[in-house]
């Protein structure tokens, strides 16, 4: 069975220094994976997405991410983090079989102005 | 353009009220999905249309009842809900099959909803 974790409730980051959101992440065949962010009282925004090729992939907001697959991670960076970017962040798989995504449990972000 | 609209934004009802909820994409895609959200917890998905046929049905109460009019619409029609049922429902839709690994599901803003 598919799945992913991230095993940090809430990560605490003071702004201008680099963040680093994890996800690990669990499947049998090829790994489809996402991140998204959710404001508060908002939908989900998607922000990046690893299918295959470079394992470094770039997105949305000056995020990007880190593919490795000896790790089987998938974190979520940003060099230089704003305040603007407080919010709960999802990892999510995708079993290429069907249609179904499954997200982690979530990651509250806080920025410190 | 990766918008997707949900109405309303916020519906307070009571637990023998008749409601829906309404979710519409322009984005040509064939797939569309209705997720419940409670807070701080991740989305848990409730069912999945596919090219307007129901494709997954997650064991959803019958008090939830989705519909699907054409490949741009899709409701999701409340009957007899309980105060448990309060969450964030969030709509989403990808480009569906034969996207295959290309597919990645675009979000709605959500409905509030709270059942008294």
């Known amino acids: 069975a598919q799945s992913v974790a991230q095993p940090e409730d809430q990560v605490n980051v003071a702004e201008g220094n680099p963040l680093t959101v994890k996800c690990t992440y669990s499947?049998?065949?090829?790994?489809?994976l996402f991140w998204y962010v959710q404001y508060p009282n908002r939908g989900l925004q998607f922000l990046l997405k690893y299918i295959t090729g470079d394992n470094l992939v770039k997105g949305s907001y000056g995020f990007e991410a880190e593919f490795n697959k000896s790790q089987t991670s998938f974190h979520l960076k940003k060099p230089s983090a704003l305040v603007s970017d407080s919010a709960l962040y999802f990892c999510?798989?995708?079993?290429?079989?069907?249609?179904?995504?499954?997200f982690g449990k979530g990651t509250r972000l806080h920025i410190l102005p | 353009d990766t918008e997707v609209t949900q109405t309303p934004k916020h519906l307070v009802m009571g637990m023998t009220n008749k409601k829906s909820l309404k979710c519409e994409q322009h984005m040509g895609h064939r797939a569309m999905y209705w997720y419940k959200q409670k807070a701080k917890k991740p989305p848990e998905l409730m069912f999945v249309y596919s090219y307007e046929k129901l494709s997954i049905n997650e064991s959803v109460p019958s008090r939830f009842s989705p519909e699907c009019p054409n490949s741009s619409l899709l409701n999701l029609h409340l009957h007899a809900l309980q105060p448990e049922d309060s969450a964030l429902y969030l709509c989403?839709?990808?480009?569906?099959?034969?996207?295959?690994?290309?597919?990645?599901?675009?979000f709605g803003p959500g409905t509030r909803l709270t059942v008294l």
């Open positions: 989403a839709s990808s480009q569906g099959p034969p996207s295959g690994r290309l597919d990645t599901q675009y």
């Open positions: 999510a798989v995708r079993d290429g079989r069907d249609d179904k995504i499954i």
């Open positions: 499947v049998s065949g090829n790994p489809y």
